[in-house]
């Protein structure tokens, strides 16, 4: 019975360690430097630019370049942590993972590249 229970926790300790990617950031793709270039352009592009551009529903806000991004980089993290200043984008709230890129590119110094 000894060594079952022995060869019981073999086992599951080489399950237990044999997870490469375990943390959130592994998992989910989180990007700790992000640049406007690299990954800011393409989650606007994805997600804002159908409205916030010149022939889009809010052009008065566009968002297609990086200073319109940067000039309102303060309102679009506001809006899409979807607390004190409405939810955006209409279509739902965004993925945490890329909430949190967005809000760590602003805290970062708005990097272009």
């Not at 945490?96 to 990097?111: E, H, P, R, S, T």
Request: charged share 20%; net charge negative.
């Amino acid at each position: 019975m000894k060594a079952v229970k022995v060869i019981l926790l073999l086992v599951l300790g080489s399950f237990v360690t044999s997870c490469e990617s375990d943390t959130y950031a592994d998992i989910f793709g989180y990007v700790e430097n992000p640049t406007y270039k690299a990954n800011i352009k393409p989650l606007m592009d994805a997600q804002c630019v159908s409205c916030h551009s010149a022939n889009g529903t809010e052009s008065g806000s566009p968002l297609e370049t990086y200073q319109q991004v940067v000039d309102y980089a303060e309102s679009i993290s506001c809006r899409l942590d979807g607390n004190s200043c409405g939810l955006m984008p209409q279509s739902g709230r965004l993925p945490q993972v890329q909430i949190d890129m967005f809000n760590a590119w602003v805290a970062q110094g708005l990097k272009e590249e």
